[in-house]
């Protein structure tokens, strides 16, 4: 017996056909003895449009709380017109409401960026909704919403929040899939509104999703991505295919913090200039012949007067050999030196985007034991530290704490 999550996006459930073919495909499955939970967003444009309104009447005068319950709506409707439909082809279903005790999503006390209380949740998952999937029921749950564990009242999980939901609800209860229906064909190698001829990736792991999402998107919430495991198969498909089994893009794999200690000696490369902000083409000129030697880069920064390459020490004199001609040809380039005994340790975890403070709790130890960070470039889930070889090892060991103090746990 497979347990599918099922998430329809806003334009998966816009208007009454698409809702019909939502519970068709829903049933597909279900004939096919499968347990699925279907989280449901607002219809179309919905939350939009309460935003909206809500914004011209009330202006900024409401609360938070009445924010929250407000914009409930569109979720909570879509959420009772789908297990009607499902109810009306014969099959039985339940839909779950912020406003009942059953709710399965609980959080804290924020509003409008609430987080999942994973433990509660998860009791109040295997407690209310498995025994119904067993009995062949088909739960239907608002996405984007959960339930203030103090008082109960209403919170969103933020913009795109039903993802979190539906990845958050495979955690919970077990489930094999998670299935994302949206209105793309999968995720894009690139913006199709911008480029024309974009291909669909058939697979990309979890720890690339989440860069794509944290880099503008908008397929998946990559806040989502953290509940998934590596036993659960995860894809996100066009709600036009109609069928749940249809082939869109394959997320693999589980995002997993690491901590690594690059083995080599790196050497620093800097390269003196002027008005290099303004100059186009400037750092192509610089690093082309390293990459046409097959030389690697292991960290590129740019200054208002400087360039910083790091590549592995053996290839030193070769990359000086190559850049010192670049900077004598050039009138905005004047001097090339190096800096050899280079370390470089690379933190990397999805934590790091919703710890504040995270750069602080990492230097501030670093500089109590007098260990000097040569750079520092944080993109995403990546923290690079380059710093002096003889600290390396002493240096590990503090961010490792560190790290562990933030709460959060890495693999070496």
């Known amino acids: 017996m497979s347990r599918i999550i099922v998430k329809f996006g806003g334009t998966s459930v816009q208007d009454p056909e698409r809702i019909k073919k939502a519970a068709q495909s829903i049933i597909q499955q279900a004939k096919k003895e499968y347990e699925i939970v279907a989280v449901v967003s607002a219809m179309g444009n919905t939350t939009d449009t309460l935003t909206s309104l809500l914004k011209n009447s009330a202006k900024d005068r409401i609360e938070d709380r009445d924010y929250a319950d407000f914009l409930s709506m569109g979720e909570r409707i879509s959420a009772r017109v789908l297990a009607a439909t499902i109810k009306s082809m014969g099959f039985s279903s339940k839909y779950f409401d912020p406003a009942d005790k059953d709710f399965p999503i609980i959080t804290d006390e924020n509003f409008s960026q609430a987080k999942i209380l994973f433990e509660e949740s998860k009791k109040k998952c295997q407690k209310i909704i498995d025994p119904l999937l067993k009995k062949g029921v088909i739960p239907i749950v608002c996405g984007f919403l959960g339930k203030n564990y103090k008082d109960g009242s209403i919170t969103t999980l933020g913009r795109g929040g039903s993802d979190i939901t539906a990845f958050a609800l495979g955690n ?42 944290e880099g503008g998107a908008k397929v998946l919430h990559p806040q989502a ?8 198969k995860a894809k996100i498909i066009h ?5 749940l089994a249809a082939e869109g893009t394959e997320i693999i794999g589980t995002f997993k913090s690491k901590l ?6 790196l050497t620093m490369l800097t390269i003196l200039g002027t008005d290099i902000f303004n100059t186009p ?19 590129v920064s740019i200054g208002t007067k400087h360039i910083g390459i790091y590549v592995a020490e053996n290839y030193t004199q070769q990359s000086y050999d190559l850049i010192h001609p670049i900077v004598v040809e050039d009138d905005k380039l004047k001097s090339v030196t190096l800096k050899n005994d280079i370390a470089l340790i690379i933190a990397r975890s999805r934590d790091f985007i919703e710890t504040p403070g995270i750069i602080e709790r990492i230097t501030r130890p670093l500089a109590q034991n007098n260990i000097n960070i040569i750079e520092m470039t944080t993109i995403k889930t990546d923290i690079l530290i380059f710093l002096e070889w003889k600290d390396r090892e002493f240096a590990y060991q503090i961010i490792n704490k560190s790290l562990e103090e933030a709460g959060i746990k890495v693999s070496n």
């Not at 709600?239 to 069928?243: E, H, R, S």
């Not at 690594?260 to 000696?265: A, H």
């Open 239 to 243: 709600f036009q295919n109609g069928n």
């Open 172 to 213: 919970f209860l077990e489930a094999d899939e998670v299935i994302i229906v949206t209105d793309a064909v999968g995720v894009l190698s690139a913006d199709p509104r911008i480029i024309k001829k974009a291909v669909t990736l058939k697979k990309i792991s979890v720890e690339e999703m989440g860069v794509l999402a």
């Open 225 to 232: 991505l953290k509940y998934k495991t590596d036993r659960m």
């Open 260 to 265: 690594t200690l690059f083995k080599e000696k």
């Open 281 to 299: 083409g400037l750092l192509k000129k610089v690093i082309t012949p390293i990459s046409d030697n097959y030389v690697s880069l292991y960290g």
